[in-house]
């Protein structure tokens, strides 16, 4: 969620069908809550659907909406807040969590768990009694903007993440969302596209996350912009009430994405809540929700939504609030435990990060750093100094601190260590002086708190045609800076801290003027920087210098990924995979440490010596990464996508009808064939396939034993520590098809894993439980799960690739 301003239908029913009537609200709800809505007016049940300002600004201020409640019959206010990388609430600290990738990554539901606990009791600790997370999207277009705020290309990961993570946020108190349902995987035309999407890759790709996170217990779904199958998903009552209502059985709400309910009618269709004001900035008048307010009021008086589906709808939020202990006397709220957030940021933030390349460099493995290699570092990239701690949007957490992996990286290497440290990209340069900015822009606070105007009119001098970086810095509001001749550029704390954009500037005088609009509690301030082409070509060379005088050269790297578009392309953008070639060129124990939201290209990767995935790290990013290069800490994360090896090479390369869409419709046409199962099925080697991470140890597997169980199937093996220290395993059993179903299948899908913690030398006899689910396919002309019938082949191994074991599940 970010404020701002049908072929393959079949017989999935999924538009064109006929609402669903809506059930009597009799039939929902505890006694207690039918009683408490039957007692109230009519603008107090409207005030339960729909989000609106709270006693502070409301949520353009502060979270994302407010329910004032009815305290004449005992029930409390409602506060929302976004997610899902943490509790995020403008103008407020919180702790940063590494983002859902890195998450998924552990193969760990107990920290899956942990981590909701902290989104929990932070939530609950900072006023908040519900949070839109988490999302479980399934990762299926590689250059997604918002890859990095969910779990997996395969169901099971996801599904199996989100339910511990909602487990966790539930333990605390807080209520969770579980969203975008459904089809949103793409940023691209979010707000319009639709989603064609055949019966059976709906229920067995998309869908079995959101039935997981349902039977978690998540108190709201969230619907989505998108449509499916023709009707937009907030109108579709197929998904909303047939299969979210009577095939999942939910009894708690569905809200709408900002802005996304497109009628008033929708509430009789399956939702519930209108989330989003149409207000541009916080100085606007608040004004009333565009459907679910005085619309729907009117709508109800004339009988043309029947006032039913009003209290149906009442009856389900106030039973989720109910479910949460906020009808007795309210809970007291905790305080902020910052250090319990800190340590399992830390925890998720050490096991999420993948080895993805660790090669020998003189006789001895690149990684981990020892010896004169681990202290006679040039340490390079804007990251290494700026942490790159999350993505952009509205998962965007400001954090209590975040110390920048130099800093621990010096630490770490102690004082008798020699390190240097270059830029050799830097996102923000320095600030202009008087020989290029007339007037000079003092930077800091240019604007007083609710101010609203424009605050800077002057004219830039370029010494030379080139390409010029513009960095702004901002912090308590939005800054929007016009170079005469250019796209606007807008930086907004609400979205990053920073923007940097490269612009194509001509030698001369450029007229430049700045506006912008502060927090109602809160002043602007705004730091102007640029970085000159010259700057920019010396910064390379100084970099390219400090690696080839150290022993050892560690690049970070970084991408942006965020929500509101997608990656136009899998490079790592601003010149940085240019960046590493000529470090890699100038000294061959080259490290780089990512720092991206999902899969990129490498092609400097046959030059470098080791390379370590550390995703959006959140604030603990730079302990933990100097943790695992310096070998305190033993890389054990895994995967959760196929890197693809090239542009063309990934299951929507060359299909714009796939990607990102063709005349408003984008066609899920790969089917079951999501991510690693599509490289399979096509024979296409990816650059590192799913499931894959390296270790400084090694294991051997042996003795498999496959037989079926009364919930589905137990696969049992031997798992050595064939190493010289303690290491984490995730084994991963992987599926084949069933010979007796003629629907489509995977090639293999992943069945079922465990983490597995071994001292060096140590071995133990692993079960990994495969669920009976796990051995049903959809059947789309009977509209339900079978089972597959038949032996199944079974692979068992350390990644989609490395298979250890081969067997069979009997008949």
């Known amino acids: 969620m970010l404020a701002v301003s049908a072929a393959l239908l079949c017989t999935t029913g999924l538009a064109g069908a006929a609402p669903v009537p809506a059930p009597d609200p009799a039939a929902e709800g505890s006694a207690r809550v039918r009683a408490l809505v039957s007692r109230m007016t009519l603008d107090e049940k409207l005030s339960f659907v729909h989000w609106t300002a709270g006693p502070d600004g409301g949520p353009l201020a502060r979270g994302v909406g407010y329910i004032p409640g009815v305290p004449r019959l005992g029930i409390p206010s409602l506060q929302a807040s976004d997610g899902p990388a943490g509790v995020r609430i403008n103008g407020s600290r919180a702790t940063a969590m590494p983002t859902p990738t890195a998450l998924a990554a552990t193969f760990d539901d107990s920290l899956a768990h942990a981590y909701g606990k902290v989104l929990g009791h932070e939530g609950r600790a900072l006023g908040q009694d519900v949070v839109l997370a988490p999302m479980v999207n399934n990762i299926r277009v590689p250059h997604g903007g918002r890859n990095f705020e969910t779990f997996s290309e395969e169901p099971l990961v996801t599904a199996r993440t989100a339910a511990a993570e909602i487990k966790g946020i539930r333990s605390q108190g807080l209520m969770a969302t579980v969203k975008h349902f459904a089809g949103n995987n793409q940023e691209t035309d979010r707000f319009t596209v639709d989603a064609a999407i055949d019966e059976q890759t709906l229920h067995e790709v998309e869908l079995p996350a959101f039935r997981s996170a349902v039977e978690a217990g998540a108190a709201a779904v969230m619907c989505a912009y998108n449509g499916v199958n023709g009707t937009p998903s907030c109108s579709n009552d197929q998904l909303l009430q047939k299969i979210l209502r009577e095939q999942w059985g939910f009894k708690g709400w569905v809200m709408s994405d900002w802005l996304a309910t497109h009628a008033t009618t929708d509430i009789t269709k399956g939702l519930d809540q209108e989330l ?55 809970p007291q709220r905790p305080a902020r435990d910052a250090a319990a957030g800190r340590t399992t940021a830390r925890q998720v933030a050490e096991n ?135 796209t606007p550029v807008y930086a907004a704390d609400s979205f990053s801290e920073t923007t940097s954009v490269v612009l194509k500037l001509t030698k001369g005088t450029h007229k430049l003027t700045m506006s912008g609009w502060a927090w109602p509690d809160r002043p602007l301030s705004v730091d102007l ?237 692993i079960t990994v439980p495969v669920d009976a689910r796990q051995l049903k396919y959809w059947d789309a002309r009977g509209h339900a799960w079978q089972d597959a019938p038949g032996a199944r082949a079974v692979a068992v191994g350390s990644s989609a690739s490395d298979i250890r074991l081969t067997g069979s599940l009997a008949p």
């Open 352 to 486: 999420g990060a993948v080895l993805l390349r660790n090669s020998t460099v003189g006789g001895r493995a690149a990684l981990p750093l020892t010896g004169d290699a681990g202290t006679g570092l040039a340490v390079i990239g804007d990251s290494a100094k700026r942490p790159k701690v999350s993505g952009l949007g509205s998962s965007h957490v400001v954090p209590d601190g975040a110390k920048a992996p130099l800093d621990a990286l010096r630490e770490r290497a102690g004082s008798g260590a020699h390190l240097t440290y270059e830029p050799g990209i830097d996102r923000l340069g320095t600030p202009l002086t008087s020989e290029n900015l007339s007037p000079v822009l003092t930077n800091g606070k240019q604007l007083d708190a609710g101010e609203d105007r424009q605050f800077y009119d002057g004219t830039l001098t370029v010494p030379a045609d080139g390409e010029y970086r513009i960095g702004l810095r901002v912090n308590g509001g939005l800054a929007i800076l016009q170079i005469a001749g250019q």
């Open 276 to 330: 989003g004001l149409e207000m541009v900035k916080p100085t606007d008048p608040v004004p009333d929700s565009k459907h679910f307010g005085a619309a729907l009021k009117a709508a109800v008086g004339h009988g043309t939504v029947p006032e039913a589906a009003l209290d149906r709808a009442v009856v389900r939020i106030v039973g989720q609030m109910e479910r949460s202990g906020l009808l007795d006397t309210p």
């Open 529 to 765: 920087t640029w970085v000159t082409p010259e700057q920019a070509e010396r910064n390379i060379q100084r970099a390219v210098a400090a690696a080839a005088a150290a022993r050892t050269a560690v690049v970070f790297a970084q991408d942006e990924g965020s929500e509101g578009y997608d990656r136009p392309t899998l490079s790592l953008p601003d010149g940085q995979d240019a960046l590493i070639s000529a470090v890699a060129k100038a000294n061959p124990n080259t490290v780089v440490v990512l720092n991206t939201g999902s899969s990129v290209l490498m092609p400097w990767l046959p030059d470098t010596a080791a390379v370590l995935q550390m995703w959006y790290p959140g604030q603990e990013g730079a302990g933990a990464t100097a943790s695992l290069l310096y070998g305190d800490t033993n890389p054990s994360g895994k995967l959760t996508q196929t890197f693809p090896a090239a542009e063309d090479s990934h299951p929507m390369a060359k299909n714009p009808r796939r990607f990102p869409g063709v005349d408003g419709k984008q066609e899920y046409s790969e089917g079951v064939h999501v991510g690693h199962r599509w490289y399979e099925k096509e024979g296409v080697t990816p650059l590192f396939p799913f499931g894959h991470g390296l270790s400084y140890t090694s294991f051997a597997y042996r003795d498999l034993a496959v037989e079926r169980t009364a919930d589905g199937a137990a696969v049992r093996v031997t798992v050595r520590n064939t190493g010289g220290r303690t290491g984490k395993e995730v084994v991963q059993v992987y599926l084949g098809p069933s010979a007796l179903v003629t629907a489509p299948q995977a090639v293999s899908k992943l069945a079922g894993y465990t983490k597995v913690t071994l001292a060096a030398g140590q071995e133990k006899r």
